[in-house]
């Protein structure tokens, strides 16, 4: 009986690495973040789990090309003239990409995908952030400070739901937490689209070209 599934050179010869991030990726939308592994894209794939080992070696690397998929998405096109308002543009798209995959934010969290559509993305807003800041050393910062915000955020968007606030709302009133209980609405109520613009704006501060 011939197994269909044999690992041989003709299955790693016909895969490709771009069909098993694919794969993955569809695994993700369906499934969620925690169902993705190395095992699992090979049963979808329909071959054994060592074919696909031999095209991305490691479940940390999949995840690390599925996050540059992912970047791969950001248009370009577009921009606004002013260097501040440019890189708030690519903060938002780059929000965008996350959200439009289940889990995004918390797939791209912890990696450091150095591939040509992530390191695209850093190098373009690094460039504005060098046109918007007066030192050399204000825009990698500012570029980290702008990620890292971004995926936070986005990550709590992605993973929360209404039990989520009614269950800190709930906690805020019932507790001696006067400061928090102002700013309960705040804190609770407003848009996670409001937080991200306003926290992108206190980021950048204000836009110094025309």
């Known amino acids: ?13 016909r895969l490709t690495p771009a069909a098993v991030v694919d794969t993955a990726l569809g695994l993700l939308a369906e499934e969620g973040l925690e169902a993705v592994t190395t095992r699992a894209v090979a049963d979808r794939l329909g071959v054994r789990m060592n074919t696909v080992l ?5 479940k940390r690397r999949l995840i690390e090309l599925m996050a540059d998929a992912i970047a791969g ?7 606004p003239a002013g260097a501040g308002e440019r890189a708030a543009e ?5 929000r965008r990409s996350l959200l439009a995959h289940r889990d995004g934010a918390a797939l791209v969290t912890g990696t450091y995908a150095a591939e040509p559509h992530t390191l695209r993305f850093a190098d373009t807003v690094l460039a504005v952030l060098g046109e918007h800041e007066d030192t050399a050393e204000g825009p990698p910062r500012t570029l980290y400070a702008l990620v890292y915000f971004t995926l936070g955020l986005t990550q709590e968007e992605q993973a929360m739901g209404d039990r989520d606030v009614a269950r800190f709302s709930a906690a805020v009133e019932s507790g001696p937490y ?6 309960r609405a705040a804190l609770a109520d407003d848009s996670f689209s409001a ?4 926290g992108i ?3 950048l501060g204000p836009d110094r070209t025309p």
């Not at 031999?54 to 490691?58: A, E, F, P, S």
Request: charged letters at 30%.
């Open 195 to 198: 937080r991200f613009e306003d």
């Open 90 to 94: 690519l903060m938002r798209r780059y």
């Open 1 to 13: 009986m011939t197994n269909k599934r044999a690992a041989g050179p003709s299955a790693r010869t």
């Open 54 to 58: 031999w095209h991305i070696k490691t």
């Open 73 to 79: 998405t950001i248009a370009y096109d577009g921009l």
């Open 178 to 183: 006067p400061a928090l209980r102002a700013s």
């Open 201 to 203: 704006r206190r980021i």
